[in-house]
């Protein structure tokens, strides 16, 4: 029997790449060209299943061309990349890899607030520039972690160790909010407490975005919502870009409405508003939030879990929905 067909849409680790031809006809993309959306249907056309990276759009058109294909396996967590009722309608089936990457990505967002409450990249260019001549007592001046309100919105896995490190680890006061309350037991594991968006917007000192980015989640963040924020507080985004106005964000930061922000991701990444690239109050990283190497890993084999599962076991570890089988 022939082995189906696989399209590894990104480069990823080599000896992943080998662990699937042992599994699959893989053809893979080693020079990590970015395919435009015709140059990966046309790539797709004779497939059974796919391997991607989360930045490539999975939706009805592309599904049209590519009439064999049963499987997107996403290496990521988020899969707004997908356009899931298209996948359903068609019978794809559709993975992410959720809880591998948790715990890494929750370290991330908590560096990030650290460094950006504490001003720790302003500060860097400064002394880079040879400008640090003299201690001065308001120098760099930024605002305080432990015993602050952190304010959390998107309360999944990941938001979830945020609030634990903030709560065990620095003495945070936690609120959250987010579509549904935690269970009892998970707020007092978390010691969260649940609250209105406008109130966690007045009280936080440091505000953290870790919801989906889905049509109802777009501008979270916009400048009615900058302008609850207290003026000393902080706003990290390690969600998606999209969640926030990055055009508004900017202003605000330039006008000091709020004290700093950083940021993970941003809308039409990689480009990054202009606006942002010439604040100073801003720490700006190119989505690396899961990027640790064991978490890559983790993601990448799991995507091929996935893969793996679906063709020889018939059902995928991580589903993000659950289609009748494609007709063929
Ligand atoms: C990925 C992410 O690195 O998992 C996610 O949703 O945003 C990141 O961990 C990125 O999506 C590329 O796969």
Redesign the pocket.
Known sequence: MSKPRILVARAIFPDIVERLRQHFEVQDNPEDVIWTPAELAERLADKDGAFT???QRIDAALLAAAPGLRIVAN????YNNFDVDAMTAAGVQGTN?PDV?TET?ADFGFALLMATARRMTESEHYLRAGQWTKWSYDMFSGSDIHGSTLGIIGMGRIGQGIARRGAHGFGMNVIYHNRSRLSPELEAECKARYVGKEELLRTADHVVLVVPYTPASHHTIGAAELALMKPTATLVNIARGGIVDDAALAVALREQRIAAAGLDVFEGEPSVHPDLLTVPNVVLTP?I??ATVPTRRA?ANLAADNLIAFFEQGAPLTPVNTPEPRAR
Not at 75 to 78: D, K, L, W
Request: proline letters at 0%.
């Open positions: 990276t989360g930045s290496m990521a967590v988020g890899t990457l990505t989505h939030a899961s993601m």
